[in-house]
């Protein structure tokens, strides 16, 4: 049933329409939802902080693009598709629609979904004003930039959830209209009762009036409810190196264990004498290992993750005077793509590359990746 909205002034006596009683395309609404995230009625952790609209997604050989891709400070992943009632997809597709976006981007890397994010590659479909107005920073920037404040953000453990979420294809689904018909109202209710705890999927009615001035929004939820009894995560907790071993042991095996043993072993050796400290990850626990900067401030060169990766912290290294040329944390990258064989974008120089502790189960990779990042601890503890 669609909800009538009347309009007066104080110190009128009689209620009227609004002059405008409609979104007069989905760009709007879309508009309305990149703006704000704080509409969406999610806990902290899963609410979007920073969205991005005509987010594009590889599908077989042709680019969709998806209305809104958000990210909470969390690493929490929302797909939100925005359709009017008059719009007959509403009826056949969105669902589908909605479903095969969340499935173009299950299982890709952090590395490739940041690239999407910050626009760094033109999709064919796309004109150059639009990809333009469509690039951003990296996503940990962006992210950092909007949770501004928020103490419980950390880049390391930041990253780990987003990397473990799109393996997983641990997503929140939304549909976004206008006006819920009955049969996408059952839709969604019959799939937030019967999906898995990976998968939340739910219904935003948003009506939309607007009056001079002002503007009114009717928000409605659908499935909500459902989704939310669920198992949430554990709550926010400090990892110590016990806790942090048997996460590990725990999700990526003995084998991994070693590898990390390993590697913290050497970073604390005499002659590199690093510093260790953890994250606070609710469900994933980081390890960071690193120096003080010229300034005082402790600097992590490489860490850990529970969810067996690691992290090798360029953008970290042009605080140190020996990396402050990019051209310099440059060599730094591309001497870690021959260690695991994998081609990264020059961009990353700037970033947290990172790849799976089984790439060092080769223990001539191992060798290699020390020698690099002794190299690090000796040209950034020069004074």
């Known amino acids: 049933m669609r909800t009538k909205v009347l309009i007066k002034h104080k110190n009128d006596v009689h209620w009227e329409d609004p002059e405008v009683g409609a979104y007069p395309d989905e760009a709007k609404l879309k508009t309305i939802l990149r703006d704000d995230p704080a509409l969406f009625p999610f806990d902290d952790r899963r609410r979007p902080v920073v969205m991005v609209d005509e987010f594009p997604?590889?599908?077989?050989?042709?680019?969709?693009?998806?209305?809104?891709v958000g990210v909470s400070a969390a690493g929490s992943i929302t797909i939100v598709e925005c359709k009017l009632e008059k719009n007959p997809d509403i009826k056949r597709r969105l669902i589908g629609q909605l479903i095969e976006y969340a499935a173009a981007l299950w299982g890709i890397s952090f590395e490739d979904f940041d690239a999407l994010w910050q626009a760094l590659v033109r999709p064919g479909m796309m004109n150059d004003a639009e990809w333009e107005?469509?690039?951003?920073?990296?996503l940990e920037d962006d992210i950092a930039a909007a949770a501004a404040g928020d103490a419980s953000f950390e880049r390391g453990t930041f990253r780990a959830a987003v990397e473990e979420n799109l393996r997983a294809g641990?997503?929140?689904?939304?549909?976004?209209?206008?006006s819920i018909t009955e049969a996408l109202e059952r839709s969604i209710l019959y799939l937030s009762e019967h999906t898995g705890s990976d998968a939340r999927v739910i219904a935003m009615e948003l009506g939309y009036v607007a009056h001079g001035d002002v503007e009114v929004l009717v928000p409605r939820t659908f499935g909500l409810e459902v989704a939310e009894r669920r198992p949430t995560s554990p709550?926010?907790?400090?990892?110590?190196?016990?806790?942090?071993?048997?996460?590990?042991?725990?999700?990526k095996g003995e084998a991994a264990l070693e590898i990390a043993t390993n590697l913290r072993e050497w970073a604390r050796a005499p002659e590199n004498s690093l510093e260790v400290w953890y994250g606070r990850g609710a469900t994933?626990?980081?390890?960071?290992?690193?120096?003080?900067?010229?300034?005082?401030?402790?600097?992590?060169l490489f860490g850990l993750s529970t969810g067996g990766m690691v992290e090798v912290h360029l953008g970290n290294l042009k605080f140190f005077p020996a990396y402050a040329e990019h051209e310099a944390r440059l060599e730094v990258l591309h001497a870690l793509s021959r260690i695991d064989g994998r081609t990264r974008k020059d961009a990353q120089a700037d970033l947290w590359p990172q790849f799976p502790t089984d790439v060092l189960k080769d223990p001539a990779r191992l060798v290699d990746l020390k020698t690099l990042l002794g190299d690090i601890v000796s040209r950034v503890s020069a004074r």
């Open 235 to 251: 709550p926010s907790q400090g990892w110590d190196m016990a806790s942090f071993d048997a996460a590990l042991r725990e999700l």
């Open 133 to 138: 107005k469509r690039k951003r920073p990296p």
């Open 170 to 178: 641990r997503f929140t689904l939304v549909v976004a209209v206008d």
């Open 284 to 300: 994933y626990g980081t390890e960071a290992l690193g120096i003080p900067d010229p300034d005082g401030t402790p600097r992590s």
């Open 57 to 68: 997604v590889s599908i077989g050989d042709t680019y969709g693009f998806v209305d809104l």
